[in-house]
């Protein structure tokens, strides 16, 4: 019965108007982010060729991540250059978006398009489901055949699913085809799975979206009702909480502005510039009580950014949007945990600079970053976020059934 | 001849909504194979209730209601392969053709496998016109919609058929099509359960008709009694009596 109901869906969907619109608008935006997307990482890639450091230089600058064209997440605050010398670390703009428009809207790319735009036509799949049915009498007639509610529910789901999940995979694997053509899309087979395993967490990512809309279509009687009621939810799960947990988490965790940190590090500065000036202490210990000194403040700062980071994420797994995000940039290494241990990489190497300057040494080592592997990426959290996914997706799905069990067909 | 075992059978079947409205009270009724059994009523008297009783659609308050000797509460799934539902208005899925809806339905009552002519053969039958077969149902009349309902009665091929007030909107051209076909149901040996107003059809198909007041089955009778009574005349005092729960 499943099978019968799966393929009536499926059937049904590739009849409507809706269907073909709703697929048409979804393709359009995939293959515009492929296209923005690969442009943006091609010019990055142009501007890493003009500012990668020469021979013996110390800077720390790392090439663009090509899966950054379908999760930029923190890409361009992990690529820019950062300059060691004797007073610490400057922070140069380096590789930044050629497209100026992506500074007034966000990066247009594939986790983009998936979280917000194919969330919202998942429930545009899933919100009229069981209540258009009631409104058309046909829930009555098909209740009326030895159809048990389990069955009903599974072939809804599977057929609305694959009515999704079929056109969005062959418009992505299309999409990278056309990418692949060109000789600037570098992909090694590591970063192949990676981005297959991006393609799947965004299928669970959409099964839930569709799950949510078929649970709340079970709980009314009209599919107007269900689609205002879904739109709250959407706006709620997609905008609000993501947003909301990083409100709520500065409130608990206190960190200094950037702009105190400065202040801070000008006064440590001043200090010290003024015990040398004096005699009372040598430039070389005076360098060195600096660079102590705005170590420990760094690690502090550095500490309590972590707690916010933290509780900001716990918070913000509230929604399931959050664990999407979470777990597609750290797979493609734009995430929150690889931006930080990048950063505690460029501490190190600033540290060895240190010591070469001090010691008199011209030539510096290269400053290279290795990406965590993929087991070290889903031990860090991305396991974490799938499996959260996957718990809302049995969640949804099972409020779903009870809803469905207990649905006055009438 | 010994007496054939009815298909459809209610026994003490009441039912309590929780709002607290009894809308069926102690419902005795069977139905025989080759009979058509009509409850007549008003709005509101329990006919629906009674239908919706006997698919599972809401559970009793009390009693049994069985389809082929199967406990509807207690295996709802077995009994509902032995019954087939037209209801009042059938709307179907607009964006299928005849044929599409057809298929589907008779698949979820089991009948896979079912070729193009099986389809056209059953639709000819309730007079579905040739060209209809092939269209979106969306441009049907409610009667060519009833008559695709009568087919996916048909074409389950259950024992018993349960009819929710089915001639209520159409023409009277189309009602009698279709009671004639109901009355080809019944000579194939179908257990009829109709609900429905329509007094003098229910008189024409009925073997047996009951009238249904406030949830209670307050009259039956037989095609045969019903040669001498005037079912009108009974039904209008009925329904001008005193409420039974006064």
Request: charged share 20%; hydrophobic share 45%.
């Amino acid at each position: 019965m499943t099978g019968t109901i799966a393929r009536k869906e499926i059937v049904s969907n590739l009849l409507s108007y809706k269907f073909f619109i709703v697929i048409l608008l979804a393709s359009l935006l995939i293959f515009t982010s492929f296209f923005v997307m690969f442009r943006d990482y091609k010019g990055r890639q142009a501007d890493y060729q003009l500012i990668k450091p020469g021979v013996g230089e110390p800077m720390a600058v790392i090439p663009p991540n090509p899966l950054s064209i379908f999760a930029k997440g923190l890409e361009e605050a992990m690529t820019r250059s950062y300059e060691v010398s004797l007073i610490g670390i400057s922070v140069r703009a380096g590789q930044q978006s050629g497209n100026i428009v992506f500074s007034f809207f966000p990066s247009p790319d594939f986790v983009y398009v998936v979280r917000v735009v194919l969330s919202l036509v998942a429930l545009l799949f899933g919100f009229d489901q069981i209540s258009r049915e009631k409104e058309g009498g046909t829930l009555r007639l098909m209740l009326a055949n030895p159809v048990s509610r389990a069955s009903l529910m599974a072939g809804k789901w599977l057929g609305n699913f694959l009515s999704l999940a079929v056109p969005f995979l062959l418009v992505t694997a299309l999409g990278i085809a056309i990418m692949s053509l060109d000789s600037g899309f570098r992909f090694g087979p590591a970063a192949f799975s990676r981005l297959l395993l991006l393609i799947l967490i965004s299928l669970v990512y959409l099964g839930l979206f569709l799950s949510l809309g078929m649970y709340v279509s079970a709980l009314t009687r009209k599919a107007a009702s269900s689609l205002v009621i879904l739109l709250f939810l959407w706006s709620l799960l997609v905008f609000v909480i993501p947003n909301i947990g990083t409100l709520v988490a500065r409130q608990m965790v206190d960190v200094p502005s950037v702009r105190a940190l400065n202040e801070k590090r000008q006064q440590i500065w001043t200090r010290e510039v003024l015990l040398s000036i004096s005699g009372r202490q040598n430039r070389a210990a005076g360098f060195e009580t600096i660079n102590a000194e705005l170590d420990r403040m760094e690690e502090d700062y550095r500490n309590r950014f972590d707690r916010l980071i933290r509780l900001s994420k716990n918070i913000n797994r509230l929604s399931p949007t959050a664990s999407f995000v979470y777990a597609a940039t750290e797979l493609a290494g734009t995430g929150i945990v690889e931006e930080g241990r990048l950063k505690r990489d460029i501490i190190r190497y600033k540290d060895s600079v240190f010591r070469d300057l001090q010691q008199g040494r011209e030539q510096h080592e290269a400053f290279s970053y290795r990406y965590r592997g993929l087991g070290r990426v889903l031990a860090d959290g991305g396991l974490f976020d799938i499996a959260w996914l996957v718990v809302f997706n049995i969640l949804f799905y099972l409020l779903g059934y009870v809803a469905v069990v207990r649905y006055d067909v009438r | 001849m010994t007496e054939q075992q009815p298909i459809l059978k209610a026994d003490d079947l009441s039912k309590r909504y929780e709002d607290g409205v009894l809308a069926l009270d102690h419902l005795n009724l069977d139905v025989r194979p080759g009979q058509v059994y009509c409850l007549l009523g008003a709005n509101g008297a329990g006919k629906t209730t009674a239908i919706n009783l006997f698919l599972n659609f809401i559970p009793p308050t009390t009693g049994t209601c069985t389809i082929n000797g199967i406990d509807v509460t207690k295996d709802p799934l077995e009994a509902k392969k032995y019954v087939s539902f037209v209801s009042e208005n059938v709307m179907l899925y607009g964006n299928f053709t005849a044929r599409q809806n057809l298929d589907f339905f008779a698949r979820l009552g089991g009948k896979a496998n079912l070729t193009k002519e099986n389809y056209y053969h059953v639709m000819r039958r309730v007079s579905l016109q040739e060209k209809a077969f092939e269209q979106r149902v969306k441009t049907f009349s409610k009667g060519m919609r009833q008559k695709l309902g009568i087919s996916i009665a048909v074409i389950k091929d259950a024992p018993a058929i349960l009819l929710d007030e089915p001639t209520s909107g159409l023409d009277p051209k189309a009602a009698e099509e279709f009671l004639e076909i109901l009355a080809e149901l019944r000579n194939e040996g179908k257990a009829i359960l109709m609900s429905t107003h329509d007094i003098f059809r229910a008189k024409e198909i009925g073997d047996r008709v009951g009238i249904m007041k406030e949830g209670r089955l307050v009259m039956e009778r037989t095609r045969e009694e019903l040669q001498y009574e005037d079912l009108v005349k009974i039904y209008i005092d009925y329904m001008r009596s005193e409420p039974l729960t006064a």
